[in-house]
Nanobody
Framework: QVQLVESGGGLVQPGGSLRLSCAASGSIFNINRMAWYRQAPGNQRELVADITRGGTTNYLDSVKGRFTVSRDDAKNTVYLQMNDLKPEDTAVYYC??????????????????WGQGTQVTVSS
């Protein structure tokens, strides 16, 4: 099993910045794709950004040029640097990871895991 713990959310004024972090722990062999999703009230959850193990990134059109996703594989951590925040960025942000885990018998398995979410509110 893998546990994902997010941090860094909060209240910020329009134009401000926040940095989200998500640390993975557990019987991790490696982590393939890591991603950030968000869900605003009344809306479906949407992909904000993701990053592969090789470093390839992908962004939601509305955040391109403002958000940057990165990862530190030594720490099993993914980050989301959010600049020039807008009120429409207000949402609960969720971390997601596709991880390969090991068992006591050294068997490998792959699973998809979610964090508990962190609130980001952009308001004056």
């Amino acid at each position: 099993q893998v546990q994902l713990v997010e941090s860094g959310g909060g209240l910020v004024q329009p134009g401000g910045s926040l940095r989200l972090s998500c640390a993975a722990s557990g019987s991790i062999f490696n982590i393939n794709r890591m991603a950030w999703y968000r869900q605003a009230p009344g809306n479906q959850r949407e992909l904000v950004a993701d990053i592969t193990r090789g470093g390839t990134t992908n962004y939601l059109d509305s955040v391109k040029g403002r958000f940057t996703v990165s990862r530190d594989d030594a720490k099993n951590t993914v980050y989301l640097q959010m600049n020039d925040l807008k009120p429409e960025d207000t949402a609960v942000y969720y971390c997601n990871a596709e991880a390969v885990t090991t068992s006591p018998a050294n068997a490998l398995s792959i699973g998809n895991y979610w964090g508990q979410g962190t609130q980001v509110t952009v308001s004056s």
